[in-house]
């Protein structure tokens, strides 16, 4: 490298000479061997010398600028120690570019804030002029209270979202009380059923012609039918809710078929639906009860109904567990007769049979054994007493809830469809028609 850089570039142009020399060497052709290796390290030496005071013509460059930086910055600073305050502050907030004086509320505060007392005093000012709350804000403030878009309004969080309100409905509580028996697989199920009760077998002599009779059995058929349902939501609200939404929707498709169940299971009407218990019931006949409903009277109870009911089905051999009944009625029906009275079912005081109303639509153990349950599935002026066990609700491989943003038109919708889908299977009729359930359709005065 050569020795004196004073002016690095008159060396580079010195060394790119002798470079050119080199080149008509080469060119001449009259070099041997050991001319060649020679005329190389030439060569190779010129490139290092070159990279060498290139570094240090940058490195002067770089200096050179840092230089003329640091003496703009001190002739600034002398400059503002010399204006007034105003002026200073003006001067650091068009540091900014142009702007609007909201779009300088940020700047003005941290001005206000400082510890040097005329800056201080240039950002209070213009906080005052922008009408800001903070105009006097203390050093160790550490927030914005947002009321106003240049006191922070577009930071502030939005506001607190408590959970949302459902709408009021009754929970799933008839099929509850059946056998209800999961996972069925296939389309349908055959329920066998006796037609024809038993009778005493009877004394034969000796000797004589044994007693020799028939039966039938018959058999119904419970399909497998599906409840469905979508909601569709939106992609935007999905995300933006945080969960919210997606488990609103969640929700009520869970609702639906725990009402679905319900409904189907008392009163499907057998024609591409379940075989519900109403249906099979009918509403005269064998399987119901009649029943002359009174307020003042004990034979015209509720109370008096349900035990008739009860007795039909004992009657016959079953074990009565259960009695439903219209939730609207069952609250009106504990009005009913004079607690003083024997027989009833239910004391609103908790005397009599020591059961108490059951606000949330069901008892544990009843009166006389019997498990209440009261439904708006259930039709008004009407009650079931029976052996709910003995009839069998089959569901297939249980509920589930699809989710695509894909399927139909959804992707080109931004909307995500949540499908919820359920197989399920019921004939009350092999029950009914064994004598397991009887009902009154005249409940109430």
Not at 47 to 58: C, F, H
Not at 207 to 222: H, L, P
Request: net charge negative; no cysteine; charged share 25%.
């Amino acid at each position: 490298m050569p020795e004196n850089i004073e002016r690095p570039s008159d060396d580079i142009a010195a060394l790119l000479g002798r470079a050119g020399e080199l080149k008509a060497q080469l060119e001449e052709n009259k070099l041997d061997r050991e001319g060649l290796q020679d005329v190389r390290n030439q060569f190779d030496a010129i490139r290092t010398d070159i990279s060498d005071l290139q570094k240090v013509e940058n490195d002067r460059q770089a200096d050179t600028e840092r230089k003329a930086i640091l003496s703009e910055l001190q002739g600034l600073r002398s400059t503002v120690g010399q204006m007034r305050t105003p002026s200073k502050a003006d001067l650091i907030l068009s540091m900014r570019g142009p702007a609007k004086a909201d779009d300088n509320f940020f700047a003005a505060l941290a001005m206000a804030r400082s510890r040097d007392t005329e800056i201080q005093a240039a950002g209070k000012a213009r906080l005052d002029d922008m009408g800001s709350a903070f105009a006097d804000v203390p050093f160790e403030s550490k927030a914005t209270v947002g009321g106003t878009d240049a006191a922070g309004g577009f930071l502030i969080p939005n506001n607190v979202v408590a959970d949302i309100n459902i709408q009021a409905q009754p929970m799933r509580s008839v099929v509850d009380l059946f056998t209800v028996i999961d996972g069925v697989r296939g389309s349908a199920v055959d329920i066998p059923w006796e037609d024809s009760g038993d009778t005493r077998a009877v004394i034969a002599a000796a000797g004589a012609t044994k007693e020799n009779q028939d039966f039938i059995v018959g058999n119904y058929t419970a399909t497998l039918y599906t409840l469905a349902r979508i909601f569709d939501v939106g992609n935007q609200l999905l995300r933006q809710s945080e969960g919210a939404a997606e488990k609103l929707v969640r929700s009520k498709l869970a609702r639906a078929f725990a009402l679905g169940e319900d409904y189907y299971a008392i009163q499907g009407s057998g024609s591409s639906e379940p075989y519900g218990l109403l249906t099979a019931l009918g509403t005269g006949g064998t399987y119901v009860t009649s029943h002359s409903p009174s307020a003042s009277t004990v034979a015209g109870n509720f109370a008096t109904a349900i035990a008739k009911m009860a007795g039909a089905v004992a009657q016959r051999g079953a074990i009565p567990d259960a009695v439903v009944m219209n939730s609207g009625d069952y609250w009106t029906s504990l009005t009913a007769g004079d607690p003083a009275g024997p027989g009833f079912f239910v004391d609103s005081m908790g005397g009599g049979f020591n059961v108490n109303a059951a606000a949330a639509g069901q008892t544990g153990a009843g009166p006389w054994g019997l498990r209440l349950r009261h439904s708006p599935n259930m039709p008004s002026d009407s009650a079931v007493v029976g052996e709910f066990s003995a009839a069998v609700f089959f569901r297939g491989e249980g509920y589930r809830v699809d989710v695509s943003s894909e399927a139909g038109d959804r992707w080109d919708k931004n909307l995500t469809g949540f499908r919820g889908e359920e197989e399920i299977a019921f004939d009350a009729r092999p029950a009914v028609y064994t004598g397991r359930f009887q009902r009154a359709t005249n409940m109430l005065p």
